[in-house]
T-cell receptor, first 112, second 112 residues
Framework: AQTVTQSQPEMSVQEAETVTLSCTYD???????LFWYKQPPSRQMILVIR??????QNATENRFSVNFQKAAKSFSLKISDSQLGDAAMYFC?????????FGKGTSLLVTP | DAGVTQSPTHLIKTRGQQVTLRCSPK?????VSWYQQALGQGPQFIFQ???????QRGNFPDRFSGHQFPNYSSELNVNALLLGDSALYLC???????????FGPGTRLLVL
């Protein structure tokens, strides 16, 4: 099974500031997708952003962007202009075969 | 446009019983994946159904079984429940088996 490591169990950011969540993974595949999902206290899993491994350009979705380093198998998420509503558990999830492989998550706290 | 729906939202069972969870995919989606999320952990892949067949299975025992119907909805069955089966069960749907997966709100199962 693919190993996904999110080395930051908890992170804190002030409103309007920028925060970066890290993720590393291992895979033997050359073509795959990677995702970040957020899970607020309601536990609804919400898609944040998607990256195709064959694309060199990093994905961006409004205030959310990724830094994808394929050779290093690193996939970090940057949240700009943080808002109180960004507080949630964030999961990195590379796609392997037909399955998403989730890390243990990073809990993001946003302070006023 | 309805998203992924799951029923029931909550369920309490006793050890040894059997349970059936249900999922209706997002409109236009034909693939359903099931995940188990224990408290404080990331979701773990159980299996995926496409064209009414199990396409891939994670590391779960045969007590976990599933079915997909012609309308693409799906059921997850768990037999001989154990205390360790207590978790949030997430259903995700996608168009074709390798596209972005969208999650339902989950079913919270408590085994006493």
């Amino acid at each position: 099974a693919q190993t996904v490591t999110q080395s930051q169990p908890e992170m804190s950011v002030q409103e309007a500031e920028t925060v970066t969540l890290s993720c590393t993974y291992d895979t033997s595949e050359s073509d795959y997708y990677l995702f970040w999902y957020k899970q607020p206290p309601s536990r609804q899993m919400i898609l944040v952003i998607r990256q195709e491994a064959y694309k060199q350009q990093n994905a961006t979705e409004n205030r959310f962007s990724v830094n994808f380093q394929k050779a290093a198998k690193s996939f970090s998420l940057k949240i700009s202009d943080s808002q109180l509503g960004d507080a949630a558990m964030y999961f990195c999830a590379p796609h392997s075969g037909y399955a998403l492989n989730f890390g243990k998550g990073t809990s993001l706290l946003v302070t006023p | 446009d309805a998203g992924v729906t799951q029923s029931p939202t909550h369920l309490i069972k006793t050890r040894g019983q059997q349970v059936t969870l249900r999922c209706s995919p997002k409109s236009g989606h034909d693939t359903v994946s099931w995940y188990q999320q224990a408290l404080g952990q990331g979701p773990q892949f159980i299996f995926q159904y496409y064209e009414e067949e199990e396409r891939q299975r994670g590391n779960f025992p045969d007590r976990f079984s599933g079915h997909q119907f012609p309308n693409y909805s799906s059921e997850l069955n768990v037999n001989a429940l154990l205390l360790g089966d207590s978790a949030l069960y997430l259903c995700a749907s996608s168009f074709r088996s390798q596209e972005t997966q969208y999650f339902g709100p989950g079913t919270r199962l408590l085994v006493l």
